[in-house]
């Protein structure tokens, strides 16, 4: 059974620290998604990371993948109030079929006070 | 330009009804998929269609079904409702041509089995 496991599943952050959540997942995918919810809203995707080693980095938020490891790491860099939201990692049901069948773990709810 | 689009926003129904739940993909978008996400868990992969034709089925019971239409758009449908379909059922689209493309997420349709 694929698996998709995060942590933490809660993070309260203060305002300008650097923080990190982690995804192991247990297929052999070289593809991995990750995507933020604020409460009562959808999903808006993040990155796309599509290779070993890849790194993707956008504002305060970079995201890397390790394949061999099964691991991915989202890092948070001066973290700030607008960044409190529910971040979700996620990956291809089927190795290799982008087709929108994604397995996503259980969130990291990101909760920044000051 | 309009994003995906979910039809009803909010439902209440009682056990043992039916629900039809409706989505408009992003103009050009030919793969639509639907997840359920229950209240304070990732969503779910339940259905994925590219041209009309089912791709992919999640771990749900034959009491779900769904189509997609000539124009893209998509219906889900669940029978015989239980307590536990309670939850947000969003719907994704994409072009559904290459392997470096992200999902992009409607706000959902929040459904509620009395």
């Known amino acids: 059974e694929l698996k998709v496991e995060q942590n933490p599943l809660f993070l309260s952050m203060q305002e300008g620290k650097n923080y990190t959540i982690y995804c192991n997942y247990s297929?052999?995918?070289?593809?991995l998604y990750w995507y933020r919810q604020d409460p009562g809203k959808s999903l808006e995707s993040l990155f796309v990371?599509?290779?070993?080693?890849a790194v993707k980095q956008e504002g305060r938020l970079m995201a890397s993948l390790d394949t061999k490891a099964r691991l991915s790491t989202l890092h948070i860099t001066a973290a700030v109030h607008d960044l409190s939201a529910t971040y979700f990692c996620?990956?291809?049901?089927?190795?290799?079929?982008?087709?929108?069948?994604?397995?996503f773990g259980a969130g990291t709810q990101v909760v920044v006070t000051p | 330009d309009a994003g995906v689009t979910q039809s009803p926003t909010h439902l209440i129904k009682t056990r043992g009804q039916h629900v039809t739940l409706r989505c408009s993909p992003i103009s050009g978008h030919k793969s639509v998929s639907w997840y359920q996400q229950v209240l304070g868990q990732g969503p779910q992969f339940i259905f994925q269609y590219y041209e009309k034709e089912e791709r992919g089925r999640g771990n749900f019971p034959d009491r779900f079904s769904a189509r997609q239409f000539p124009n893209y758009s998509s219906e889900l449908n669940v029978n015989a409702l239980l307590l536990g379909d309670s939850a947000l059922y969003l719907c994704?689209?994409?072009?559904?041509?290459?392997?470096?493309?992200?999902?992009?997420f409607g706000s959902g349709t929040q459904l509620s089995v009395l």
């Open positions: 297929t052999t995918s070289d593809r």
């Open positions: 990371l599509l290779s070993n080693g």
């Open positions: 996620a990956v291809d049901i089927v190795p290799g079929d982008s087709w929108g069948k994604l397995q």
């Open positions: 994704a689209s994409s072009l559904g041509r290459n392997t470096n493309e992200k999902l992009f």
